[in-house]
Structures are given as C-alpha cells and as structure tokens.
C-alpha cells in the first residue's frame, strides 16, 4: 500500500511561489497516479491538479490552469506541484492522494483517489 507525504506548505505574499512535494514510498511508484486537492477554511475539499505515468497530466482545475504545475519524477518518488502567481484564495491546506493506475475517471475528484497524505497549509497574504 503506497503512503503519501505532502511538505513544502508555508506563508507567502500575493504574486509569490512555492512548490509542493508528495513523496510516496511502500508501493511501486508508477502503479499510481496522483493527485493534489485542497480545502480552504469553510469550504469542501477540491480537485488542484492530477498526474498519471501512464496517460500524463489528467486534470487542472479552471482555477489554476496558467499558474500551476504538476510534475512527477520517477527517481524520487515524488510528484510536485509548482505554484506562480498565487493568489489569497489560493489559501488552503493542500493534500495529496493517489489511486491505483488505471482506477479513475477524470482524476478531478476526491472520491476517485484511495490513499491520502497529511496535508500541509499555504498561506497567501495580501
């Protein structure tokens, strides 16, 4: 069973960057896609952005697509979410999830994914 674990959350300003990671570990790493997805405080969790080795990027959120970037590298095990020109709604706490290849339909929802990571809290200020 794969186990997910998500860093690189903190506080920057509007217009700034910061870059996610999610190492995977206890499974084979192309056997996944993954997924990151947020939830903003008052608000249900939504799909950010997804990966998979076999079909390549599955989804950008509306939201994101031009600012964000979701990029995986096999040799670490880790998926990364790279984000440029942030905004304060982008303030969230950020998860990332992963489901066995082939085991979805458009990588956008929640429910699609079976393992979770802990999340980790961006904060963008005015």
């Known amino acids: 069973e794969v186990q997910l674990q998500a860093s690189g959350g903190g506080l920057v300003q509007a217009g700034g960057s910061l870059r996610l990671s999610c190492a995977t570990s206890?499974?084979?790493?192309?056997?996944?896609?993954v997924g990151w997805f947020r939830q903003a405080p008052g608000k249900g969790r939504e799909g950010v952005a997804s990966?998979?080795?076999?079909?390549?990027?599955?989804y950008y959120a509306d939201s994101v697509k031009g600012r964000f970037t979701i990029s995986m590298d096999n040799a670490r095990n880790t998926v990364y979410l790279q984000m440029t020109s942030l905004k304060p709604e982008d303030t969230a706490v950020y998860y990332c999830?992963?489901?066995?290849?082939?085991?979805?339909?458009?990588?956008?929802?929640?429910?699609?994914?079976?393992?979770w990571g802990q999340g980790t809290l961006v904060t963008v200020s005015q």
């Open positions: 999830a992963a489901v066995v290849e082939g085991d979805y339909n458009s990588g956008s929802t929640e429910h699609e994914f079976d393992y």
């Open positions: 206890g499974s084979t790493f192309d056997d996944y896609a």
């Open positions: 990966i998979s080795s076999d079909d390549g990027i599955l």
